[in-house]
């Protein structure tokens, strides 16, 4: 079946710094749709920003990310992060075969700010 | 105002009690979801529904069971709870377009004793 990986479950950086969030997928549909989704502490996860287009650079919120099939990937990136960026954030795919509207998440990334 | 309401916010519960945790939307969005929260699991998918009385298990639907009768409303029941279920239960809603945005509640912290 489809899966995500987030490699690292706690990436700790100081504010300014540029972060990069990975995320790789395993899918066997050439369509696949990926998704970041963040949840600030004692709020609701929400949608960040989504792709389902090859190699086109994707924006919100001062973040950016690329989906590259050709390596299955979709990270997630800021050129200067700030303490405001301190979340849980998840990377999600569906996918045609599917048949539903049912994300399959990684296991999340905590990103920790240092003042 | 779009929005997703669960209740309670956070409760706690002795083991062997039922868990009732209800979830609405004012989207009326047809697709609604159970997720539970751990560290280092992520969200997990406990169940998902269609629509009125269509649902469907999710990923880890043992120990749950679910109730949809209207459309803006999801009920998730822990017959009997275990400890092992205490987390953070998310309910989320989507509309029916399969790629569509999916809308997070603020969760429930159920703690099981």
């Known amino acids: 079946g489809d899966s995500v990986t987030q490699k690292e479950g706690l990436v700790t950086l100081t504010e300014g710094l540029p972060v990069m969030l990975n995320c790789t997928y395993q899918t066997i549909y050439s369509n696949a749709f990926l998704f970041w989704y963040v949840h600030y502490l004692n709020e609701s996860p929400r949608l960040l920003l989504k792709s389902s287009t090859d190699n086109k650079r994707t924006e919100h919120q001062g973040f950016h990310a690329t989906l590259h099939k050709s390596s299955s990937s979709f990270h997630l990136q800021k050129s200067s992060a700030q303490l405001s960026d301190s979340a849980l954030y998840y990377c999600a795919l569906i996918t045609p075969g599917t048949g539903s509207n049912r994300l399959t998440f990684g296991k999340g990334t905590k990103f920790s700010l240092i003042p | 105002d779009m929005k997703v309401t669960q209740m309670p916010r956070y409760l706690i519960k002795r083991m062997g009690e039922n868990v009732l945790l209800e979830c609405g939307q004012d989207m009326s969005h047809e697709t609604m979801y159970w997720y539970r929260q751990d560290p280092g699991l992520g969200l997990q998918l406990i169940y998902i529904s269609y629509d009125v009385d269509s649902n469907s298990e999710g990923d880890i639907p043992k120990g749950y069971r679910v109730s949809r009768k209207k459309r803006e409303h999801f009920s998730l029941i822990l017959d009997s709870a275990k400890t092992n279920q205490t987390s953070v239960y998310f309910c989320?809603?989507?509309?029916?377009?399969?790629?569509?945005?999916?809308?997070f509640g603020p969760g429930t912290r159920l703690t099981v004793l």
């Open positions: 989320a809603s989507s509309p029916r377009d399969k790629y569509a945005e999916q809308f």
